[in-house]
Every structure is written in C-alpha cells, then in structure tokens.
C-alpha cells in the first residue's frame, strides 16, 4: 500500500491476555518504529528498527513488551500479561532512513489498545 | 524527564490571524527538529523541519524558528484556517535516529 498500515485499528483485551499488533512499513522504508499514546500524553518512543541491525529497545516500558522485524519489512509488537495501564494507541512508522539523515517518518493510523 | 516541552495544552485562534505554537527543549545535543499534525482518529502527519544549522524555515503558510540559545522553537501558521485545527506535537532528533515528541498542543481556529 501506499503508506503505513497498522492492524487491528481496535482491539479490546482482558487484563492479563497477550496482544500482538502488526505494522506493515512503507514498501522501500528499512527504519520502523513504535510508538504509543497514551490519554492525554505526548508520543513515548517504544522502539526503532533500521535494516538489520540491532533494533534499539531503549523505550520498551517492561519487559513484557518485544517486537519482532521479520524479513526488513512487516513488524509485530507483542504485549503479554496486559495491564490496564498498556492501554493506549500504539502507532507504528517508517521512514527510508534515520531521522538523524534528516529523513522524515510516516505514521500510520495507530492500533487503539483498550485493557479491561 | 520530558526532554521537548509543549507548555500550552491548546490554543484556540480566530480564522485569518496568527496561530504560534511554542516547544522548548532541554537536550542540546538535539540537532534536527519537526513539526508534525494530528487530526483525531488518524496518525500524526509531518508538517515542517528544521535543522539547527538554520534559525527559520518557511513552507507556503507554516514558518518554523529556532532559537537555540534559547532552546526554544516556534511554528507559525498565518493566516490560520479552521482545517489548521489539530494537535500539532514538537519532536526533536536526538541523534540517534529517533524522535522525542512534546505532549502536543491542541489547535482550535474559529470563524
């Protein structure tokens, strides 16, 4: 597709059930990130792959979140033991390369997480 | 520690004046800085940039300064419009290719 795909748009989970969101980047883009938003909060960095190195995982808040990168292309982020507090909207984005290049990333329209 | 400050939750402009949104960091070692829009319901979108090399870019009715004494950046939009209103969220580069975004302020332009 044209640009950053994210599934599901909504997803309503019990407290303590795994989720897994997806991310489909921008065809061509090797950087991916994640991000959430939670209510009422800025954009917290979650974690930032490029190419194949080692992603940087500086921004995952425990360690009940891990993302995967399969093939450069589709990512998976994957929350286990969900607790109300995940709830949030996770957007995932791409960009062709750093931001430090001075390349721009592209949002997608964010997987709404809601923990009951 | 929130590094990239948006001190002003909302502000809300009257159609054809000017809407400033202010951001204020703490990290000098920020070097590359963007403005990004949010509609309800969507993911932000990019708006303008800036590097620290330079102290203003201008794109058709969007302006960015940057004041790096100050750290302190700005983005002008004149003359607002109503289809301006959105949260528009400050992010910095930290040199390590990631963003580090503000809270965000919300927009709100009145006929």
């Known amino acids: 597709g044209a640009g950053v795909s994210q599934s599901p748009s909504n997803k309503v989970t019990e407290k303590g059930k795994d989720v897994e969101l997806r991310c489909d980047p921008i065809?061509?883009?090797?950087?991916l990130y994640w991000y959430r938003q939670s209510l009422g909060q800025g954009l917290e960095f979650l974690i930032y792959?490029?190419?194949?190195?080692?992603?940087?995982k500086s921004g995952l808040p425990s360690d009940r979140f891990s993302a995967e990168r399969t093939g450069g292309s589709v990512s998976t982020l994957t929350i286990q033991r969900t607790q109300q507090e995940d709830s949030a909207v996770y957007l995932c984005a791409s960009s062709l390369g750093g931001t430090t290049s001075g390349n721009t990333i592209y949002f997608g329209e964010g997987s709404w997480l809601t923990v009951v | 520690d929130q590094q990239v400050k948006q001190n002003s939750p909302s502000l809300s402009v009257q159609e054809g004046r000017i809407s400033i949104l202010n951001c204020d960091y703490t990290n000098s070692m920020f070097d590359y800085f963007l403005w990004y829009k949010k509609y309800p319901a969507e993911g932000p979108t990019f708006l303008i940039s800036?590097?620290?090399?330079?102290d203003k870019n201008e794109d058709g009715r969007f302006t960015v300064f940057l004041n790096k004494s100050a750290k302190h950046l700005s983005l002008h939009i004149v003359p607002s419009q109503p289809g301006d209103s959105a949260v528009y969220f400050c992010a910095a580069s930290d040199g390590t290719d990631k963003l580090i975004f503000g809270t965000g302020t919300r927009l709100q332009v009145f006929p």
């Open positions: 800036i590097s620290s090399i330079k």
């Open positions: 792959f490029q190419g194949n190195s080692a992603p940087d």
């Open positions: 065809s061509g883009h090797t950087a």
